[in-house]
């Protein structure tokens, strides 16, 4: 039980309770105690892919907090909200409605490296402090701005349908072709980020720069690192398997947090050495991280450099 199950996290779950949805499946299936963490927080009004690591896994789940991730969220144009999401209460209101044709001539400024202020109710420490903490006590929270980049930023397309919730009053229905042009209530988008991208902030800034306001209103994770919607369960479904002592059929494999980066095949004597911590020298391969294996069992993430390969984390298997 050594790798990763993706979770659909749904509307008001934490992380943190995520995770302890999975430990709790494991006891019910009787599997042994193992640590379990998951690789990204997904805010609890947000829902989609969480990936939970699982033992050894856990080693690699910071690699998922430095991965890209892609969001689908809808801006609703109006108000502005101190939380920059509809938990929050209203700060700032405006009459303006964005027409489509200036959403779409906006896109590319905030695309590519741009510079952003993180949420004053985000999980940034100020002073050793979590700064929503301060900011529910009703502290001003100044938080710098920071470089982060959207690697593409597009409008939800009407033929790719209305995101899941929209239905249940938490994503855009989108409207008639005669508000194109004299503006729209909400509009949704699908973002490809860097780590430390806050969509939150990207909707603030992006109505900012339409002359109005607006807060998202719905917000869905559909990649993180290489784990998509495809590779996800339910906490439902992960319960049903759980009662089934079946967490196999859903679990992935260790490496599946790595498909990004090449095999290392090794003799027994190799990977001995670098279960050991020692370094191989004379090897040839390109220079770069390694998913070091002895036939199909993991034994280390490493590093290759002129032929020298060090043991970057390594695995108890």
Known sequence: MHGWIILDKPLGLGSTQAVSAVK??????????????????????????????????????GRLLDSDKVYEFTIGFGEETD???????????????????????????????????????????????RAYDLARAGADVALGSRSVIVHSLSRHSRE????????????????GDDEESSGIGEITFTAHVSKGTYIRSLARDIAHALGTVGHVTYLRRIKAGP????????????????????????LLPLRAGLDDIPALSLTPDQAGLLRKGQQLVG???????????????????????????????????
Do not use: W
């Not at 770069?288 to 280390?300: I, K, R, Y």
């Not at 490493?302 to 390594?314: D, F, H, K, L, P």
């Open 283 to 317: 090897i040839a391969a390109p220079d770069g991280q390694c998913f070091a294996m002895l036939d199909d069992v993991p034994v280390a993430l490493a590093e290759v450099q002129s032929g020298i390969v060090r043991v970057v984390r390594g695995f108890n298997l």
């Open 160 to 175: 790719s349908g209305n995101p899941e919730g929209a239905e249940k009053g938490l994503g855009p229905c989108f409207r």
């Open 83 to 129: 939380t920059l999401d509809a938990e929050g209460k209203v700060i700032a209101t405006s009459d303006v409605r964005p027409p489509m044709e200036q959403v779409e001539a906006l896109l590319p400024r905030f695309t590519g490296e741009i510079e952003q202020v993180p949420p004053a109710y985000s999980a940034l420490k100020v002073n050793g402090e």
């Open 227 to 250: 784990f998509t919607l495809a590779h996800a369960i339910s906490v439902d479904k992960l319960d049903e398997l759980a009662k089934g002592h079946a967490l196999e059929q859903v």
């Open 24 to 61: 709790r499946a494991l006891r019910t299936g009787g599997y042994p105690k193992l640590k379990v963490g998951h690789g990204g927080t997904l805010d609890p009004l947000a829902s989609g892919v969480l990936p939970v690591a699982i033992g050894e896994a856990t080693k690699l789940a």
